[in-house]
């Protein structure tokens, strides 16, 4: 018998190499553009794979949600392209890992009160179930912003608290503060997201509110988390605290040291606040871990430090933190943030939130390597949009960063990725667009123009994409809105308002 399961995984192993290294067209040659023959063949096996899916309805086991904050479509065809070209290919043919997942679905994003939403509102649809006010949390849309007195009676648990109730072992990673909108919607109901350290003191019957960082560490869903990583030391000492690592001061009024307090209660935890830390983590022998590895938002990718006091990457973060949870007998629930996409893109500056694209999907990597889909079922979606179009009629493997054309009005070259508003809209002295010929418009710190000058871009409003695999993926289907997602991934798990839903 062993010798036969033996048997059969080197014959699986050699073949997979075999298909992996030869090109899946006639005789191992290279995919021709210009064949038909090959565009049909290309076809043929997506129909062939097609008549073949097997809808997976076991028990989705673990849940691994992946958020691209602002990750539009956009975004997902630019870093298609820009892998592509980094591979020496022309990029259009490419793929980003997540995008060859059976199930996806196209998600409405709009909050209760908002047309183009922002990541408060939307995290509360998508983690709880149901939609609410732009810049609230965890609130239904009958909460005011920022009026403490209307929080009583429109709290929302979310997806963290059904899961923790079923007996899985949770966690979230972020690489912005913990504190910050998307990862809040896991675990804090609040009438205004920037109250993540304290409430202001001039805030009408503040007693009612509380800030968000004190709602992650005392309260339920929060506390019970096993693993929590991500930025914001700041926020969690008093302003008589100076953090060590940046001789920056504490954020929190009430003079309260969070981490410290985390450290008591936590007796079988561990605190890391940087990489060396980081990296003496053994996750398998570990009860409780709080990686708080940046004063405030962790640094984007490309700027990141590897030295002793530097920060994880994604990647490093997701794969530490799936060993931990893997230990829970029921299952895992972990929601994992790319969430610096949309700090670029605010920023008008491609370079880094293409970058931070293809750093999620090396976290998305790790985690189909480290997982079975047979139980285990991965998301990857959006909350939101931008503003980021990709346009001209650029040649075939024109670099996705380059120009696409000149403009017959201004007679200006214009770039291939351009923004709707936002800071880099650069005028020049003769009152047009600046002249971009002779500009690396490739640098990282390139701000592509935009059309209406804004200090900071802002999101878009069209729908967002949603990528499916493993256990009950294909509940992701059409068009939904974005609170259906928190109800599918409850069905797939037996979680919350569904827990037998598939007791088979
Ligand atoms: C900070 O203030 C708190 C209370 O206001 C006090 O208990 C604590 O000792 C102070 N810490 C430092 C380092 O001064
Ligand atoms: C833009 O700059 C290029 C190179 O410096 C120059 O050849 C071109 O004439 C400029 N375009 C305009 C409209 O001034
Ligand atoms: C505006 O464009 C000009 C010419 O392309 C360039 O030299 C300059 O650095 C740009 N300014 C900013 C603030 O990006
Ligand atoms: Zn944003």
Redesign the pocket.
């Known amino acids: 018998m062993e010798k036969l399961v033996q048997f059969i995984a080197i014959y699986i192993l050699t073949t997979c190499l075999v298909v992996q290294t030869k090109s899946p067209f006639r005789n191992g040659k290279e995919f021709d553009d210009k064949d038909p023959s090959d565009w049909n063949t290309l076809a043929q096996n997506q129909i062939t794979k097609a008549i073949h899916f097997n809808q997976n309805i076991n028990k989705a086991k673990n849940v691994i949600f992946f958020l691209g904050d602002g990750m539009g479509i956009a975004t997902l065809t630019a870093s298609r392209i820009l892998k592509g070209q980094k591979q020496g290919k022309p990029g259009e043919e490419a793929y980003l890992n997540f995008e060859t997942f059976h199930n996806t679905a196209l998600i409405k994003t709009y909050n209760v009160d908002s047309q183009v939403p922002d990541s408060a509102g939307t995290a509360t649809a998508f983690l709880t179930g149901v939609k609410g006010n732009i810049r609230l949390i965890g609130l239904d849309g009958g909460a005011k912003y920022g009026n403490c007195e209307s929080i009583s009676g429109h709290e929302l648990s979310s997806i963290l608290e059904w899961s923790q109730n079923a007996g899985k072992h949770t966690g979230f990673i972020t690489t912005t503060r913990v504190t910050h909108a998307t990862p809040a919607g896991l675990y804090a109901n609040t009438v205004n997201r920037d109250w993540e350290a304290s409430i202001p003191l001039n805030i009408a019957h503040r007693e009612v509110c509380k800030d968000i960082a004190l709602q992650l560490m005392e309260d339920i869903p929060g506390k019970n988390c096993k693993v929590i990583m991500g930025g914001g030391r700041l926020y969690f000492l ?4 100076t953090d060590e690592n940046s001789g920056k001061r504490g954020l929190r009024i009430d ?1 309260r ?1 969070l981490i410290k307090e985390w450290q008591t209660d936590k007796k079988d935890g561990i605190y890391m606040g940087d990489l060396e830390d980081f990296q003496k983590w053994n996750p398998e022998e570990t009860k409780y871990a709080l990686g708080l590895f940046g004063v405030d938002h962790l640094d984007y990718e490309v700027d990141r430090k590897n030295d002793s006091k530097g920060q994880p990457s994604i990647a490093q973060m997701t794969r530490k933190a799936i060993k931990m949870l893997q230990k829970g007998p029921n299952g895992f629930f972990l929601f994992i943030e790319g969430g610096k996409i949309d700090h670029a893109h605010h920023a008008t500056n491609p370079y880094r939130a293409l970058e931070e694209m293809l750093a999620m999907e090396k976290a998305i990597e790790v985690a189909l390597d480290m997982t079975n889909s047979k139980d285990t079922l991965i998301i990857v979606t959006a909350d939101h949009s931008h503003t980021m179009t990709i346009s001209g009629y650029p040649a075939r493997g024109n670099p996705i960063y380059g120009v696409a054309g000149t403009s017959e009005i201004d007679l200006e070259p214009y770039t291939t990725i351009s923004y709707a508003n936002g800071p880099g809209y650069n005028i020049s002295d003769k009152g047009i667009r600046a002249n971009v010929s002779g500009i690396d418009t490739g640098d990282k710190n390139y701000l592509s123009q935009t059309t209406v000058p804004l200090g900071s871009e802002t999101h878009g409003g069209e729908d967002v994409a949603l990528y499916a695999k493993g256990p009950w993926s294909h509940l992701f289907h059409g068009l939904q809105e974005q609170n259906y997602i928190a109800h599918a991934i409850a069905y797939a798990s037996c979680v919350g308002n569904f827990p037998t839903a598939c007791n088979n």
């Open positions: 008093p302003e008589n605290v003079g040291n």
